[in-house]
T-cell receptor, first 115, second 113 residues
Framework: NAGVTQTPKFQVLKTGQSMTLQCAQDMNHNSMYWYRQDPGMGLRLIYYSASEGTTDKGEVPNGYNVSRLNKREFSLRLESAAPSQTSVYFC??????????????FGDGTRLSIL | QQQVKQSPQSLIVQKGGISIINCAYENTAFDYFPWYQQFPGKGPALLIAIRPDVSEKKEGRFTISFNKSAKQFSLHIMDSQPGDSATYFCAASGDFGNEKLTFGTGTRLTIIP
């Protein structure tokens, strides 16, 4: 019963390098999310996908792109990494449905450092 | 702009005491207020949630108190235990929880013996 799996768990990049963070969920959830967590700032939504084939910008989308590859997988790409993107990245999923108040289930995060 | 303000940033409580974390929101369209608990090295996990049609919700030692007119809600942890030491995030969303969550900045709770 894996839930939400994120890879890699740790990564160090140099400024200007590109990278894709992978996320997969095995709960058959419709909605998936990418957050970044920085000290003193809580969790901020980068992008989300309400269903397979749709993606929308969150609060801090600049410098990122996403792909909802299928219902299970939602990837986050940094095209040209910058030191300001040093953070812990969390993927989450939920079973959306009007009136259902379904919780978001989080992975254990990817710790990314940009030098 | 920060739509959910959380305080305090850190909190130290003695074992057996009551831990209280407060949140205030601005958007009157919010109608779902969950609390998430996060242990070091792990992702957040839903702890308890409330809708604004009730003023209080209790699950074991955890209680949410909600004040709609003041646009405030709080988490109370009764008989706090060392295992409760974690970071706690309040959050809010609209449309019965199916809209995007807006998180508070987090409270690092430490329970000392």
């Amino acid at each position: 019963n894996a839930g939400v799996t994120q890879t890699p768990k740790f990564q160090v990049l140099k400024t200007g390098q590109s990278m894709t963070l992978q996320c997969a969920q095995d709960m058959n959830h419709n909605s998936m999310y990418w957050y970044r967590q920085d000290p003193g700032m809580g969790l901020r939504l980068i992008y989300y996908s309400a269903s397979e084939g749709t993606t929308d910008k969150g609060e801090v989308p600049n410098g990122y792109n996403v792909s909802r590859l299928n219902k299970r997988e939602f990837s986050l790409r940094l095209e040209s990494a910058a030191p300001s993107q040093t953070s812990v990245y969390f993927c989450a999923s939920s079973e959306a449905g009007y009136g259902s108040n379904q919780p978001q289930h989080f992975g254990d995060g990817t710790r990314l450092s940009i030098l | 702009q920060q739509q959910v303000k959380q305080s305090p940033q850190s909190l130290i409580v003695q074992k057996g005491g009551i831990s209280i974390i407060n949140c205030a929101y601005e958007n009157t369209a919010f109608d779902y207020f969950p609390w998430y608990q996060q242990f070091p090295g792990k992702g957040p996990a839903l702890l308890i949630a409330i809708r604004p049609d009730v003023s209080e919700k209790k699950e074991g030692r955890f209680t949410i108190s909600f004040n709609k007119s003041a646009k405030q809600f709080s988490l109370h942890i009764m008989d706090s235990q060392p295992g409760d030491s974690a970071t706690y995030f309040c959050a809010a969303s609209g449309d019965f929880g199916n809209e995007k969550l807006t998180f508070g900045t987090g409270t690092r709770l430490t329970i000392i013996p």
